[in-house]
C-alpha cells in the first residue's frame, strides 16, 4: 500500500474524503478542517474559535499519524471575511500559538465568497512530514 488514512480515535468518519493520508515515506496530507469538533458540530461562531478549533483539529490528525505540530510545514487557510482576520490579528496569533507554540511553517492565505459548510468561516489544509520509519 502507498498511503494510509489517518482519522482521530473517537471523531465521525468523514463523508466523501479523508481527513488525512500518510504515504509511505512520511508525507501527510491533511484535507482541509473546519471549526467543528470530533462530532461535527461547530465549536464556536466567530472567527478566531473557528480559527482554533481548525487548527486543533489538524494538530489531532497529526498526532493520530504519530507526529507532532512541529511536524507541519504548511498550512494553507481559506476565509470568508478578510476584514475580520485583519481586524482580530492580535487575537488570532494568541490563538495560533495556544495550539501550534512557536512554531510557523509555510502558509498561504485565500480569501474565499464561501466554504461547503455554510457556517464555516475558516478552513485550514495542511502537510506534514513525518518519519516514515515511525508510521509503518
Known amino acids: 500500500m502507498t498511503h494510509k ?3 482521530p480515535s473517537g471523531w465521525l ?4 474524503y479523508a481527513n488525512g493520508m500518510l504515504t509511505r515515506d512520511g508525507v501527510l496530507h491533511i ?6 469538533d470530533g462530532d461535527q458540530r461547530f465549536v464556536a461562531n466567530d472567527f478566531v474559535g473557528q480559527m482554533r478549533q481548525a487548527l486543533a483539529n489538524i494538530v489531532a490528525i497529526v498526532e493520530a499519524a504519530g507526529g507532532q505540530a512541529s511536524d507541519i510545514t504548511r ?3 481559506f476565509v ?3 476584514r475580520e482576520y485583519l481586524a482580530r490579528q492580535a487575537e488570532v496569533g494568541r490563538a495560533y500559538r495556544e495550539v501550534m507554540g512557536k512554531h510557523f511553517p509555510a502558509m498561504s492565505m485565500v480569501v474565499v465568497a464561501g466554504l461547503v459548510e455554510d457556517a464555516a468561516l475558516v478552513e485550514i489544509e495542511a502537510t506534514a512530514h513525518i518519519a516514515a520509519a515511525e508510521n509503518r
Open 13 to 16: 468518519p468523514a463523508k466523501g
Open 5 to 7: 488514512t489517518i482519522q
Open 80 to 82: 470568508t471575511d478578510k
Open 75 to 77: 498550512l494553507t487557510w
Open 31 to 36: 484535507g482541509g478542517q473546519i471549526g467543528w
